[in-house]
């Protein structure tokens, strides 16, 4: 049985695509124990001609092409057709720290683990830094709740191995059209893991891309960020809704709050200079999906503190100026 796929959406990514496979083949792990899954996402630089190049060069990789339909879509497609034991999403511009993989996969394997989580270093313009620390316990399996009870980072799916049984058991899959779709991925998946191990392995190398669709102020892009929080915070309450443990419960809750709050700090700073009609059909949406008014607390007991201000609809409409 293959033991890991390695599921590799690729985007006008040229620069960097072969530096990427390349490192695949760099984890001490035997060609036949792995495959890799690339899927074209409708790229319009040479990135296609490139992949085929590579899986030309290799038995043990997949191709699949699309027409642009995001990065989400083309992970769902290869979580289709992966056959490993377990699955790594890898993004097409970053990669793996030679010789580290195999270490991951063997405590993943050794411990029946439904996911197991490593470490990252993000490059950015101002240099190397380690990414996102999950601060828990290492090399001890716990629940998903126990995870969360204990502040697990939903930041990054790259940073984790997941059972792909597991995943399919759960039909779990990424949710098409969102940005932020690791964070959203992960809110779902860890409620229902069994077996979650933390290991202090540094595996993983992220490019943080500066242009990427979550920092630009291209107006379309702000307003798909601003829809994609709008989604996550209601998905969040309605996970929160399906968990037993009332302390889980209220996390969840306490989560989706905060990115209401935060939502509409980002509304009325304004600085992508939305029109009066675009925050007023943001406001109506948060109310519609019944996430405004805030209900509970939030992550932090200082914007806990000014929920009567924030819950006050006049006052914010006024700030608004909708």
């Known amino acids: 049985m293959i033991k890991l796929s390695f599921i590799i959406p690729v985007y006008n990514a040229e620069a960097y695509l072969e530096r990427c496979i390349q490192t695949l083949y760099m984890q001490d792990i035997y060609e036949?124990?792995?495959?890799?899954?690339?899927?074209?996402?409708?790229?319009?630089?040479?990135?296609?001609?490139?992949?085929?190049?590579?899986?030309?060069?290799?038995?043990?990789?997949?191709?699949?092409?699309?027409?642009?339909?995001?990065?989400?879509?083309?992970?769902?497609i290869a979580l289709n057709n992966a056959n490993g034991k377990f699955v790594s999403f890898i993004d097409s511009d970053d990669f793996l720290i030679p010789y580290t993989l195999k270490n991951v996969l063997e405590i993943a394997e050794k411990n029946l683990i439904d996911i197991c989580s490593f470490k990252l270093i993000v490059q950015t313009p101002v240099g190397d830094k380690l990414g996102s620390e999950q601060n828990l316990p290492k090399l001890k399996v716990m629940t998903g709740e126990d995870a969360i009870v204990k502040g697990v980072n939903f930041w990054s799916v790259c940073s984790s191995i997941f059972s792909l049984d597991f995943l399919n058991q759960h039909?779990?899959?990424?949710?098409?059209?969102?940005?932020?779709?690791?964070?959203?991925?992960?809110?779902?998946?860890?409620?229902?893991?069994?077996?979650?191990?933390?290991?202090?392995?540094?595996?993983?190398?992220?490019?943080?891309?500066?242009?990427?669709?979550?920092?630009?102020?291209?107006?379309?892009k702000v307003l798909k960020k601003i829809e994609s929080l709008v989604y996550i915070a209601n998905s969040t309450k309605q996970v929160a809704s399906l968990l037993k443990s009332p302390f889980l419960r209220n996390n969840y809750i306490q989560r989706s709050n905060s990115m209401v709050i935060g939502l509409l700090k980002l509304l009325i700073g304004n600085p992508y200079s939305l029109s009066k009609n675009t925050k007023r059909d943001i406001f109506e949406m948060i109310k519609e999906k019944k996430i405004y008014p805030i209900k509970g607390g939030t992550l932090s007991w200082k914007s806990s503190l000014l929920l009567p201000i924030f819950n006050n609809e006049i006052l914010i409409k006024a700030m608004l100026q909708i």
Do not use: C, W
Not at 171 to 188: C, K, V
Not at 200 to 211: A, M, R
């Open 171 to 220: 039909n779990i899959r990424f949710t098409n059209g969102i940005i932020s779709q690791d964070s959203e991925f992960n809110m779902r998946v860890y409620p229902l893991a069994k077996r979650v191990i933390f290991t202090d392995i540094i595996s993983y190398y992220y490019f943080d891309n500066v242009t990427s669709a979550t920092k630009s102020k291209d107006y379309k």
């Open 32 to 76: 036949e124990d792995f495959e890799v899954i690339m899927v074209n996402d409708g790229s319009t630089d040479n990135s296609f001609t490139i992949a085929q190049k590579i899986a030309n060069e290799h038995k043990n990789i997949k191709l699949f092409t699309q027409e642009n339909q995001g990065s989400s879509v083309a992970r769902n």
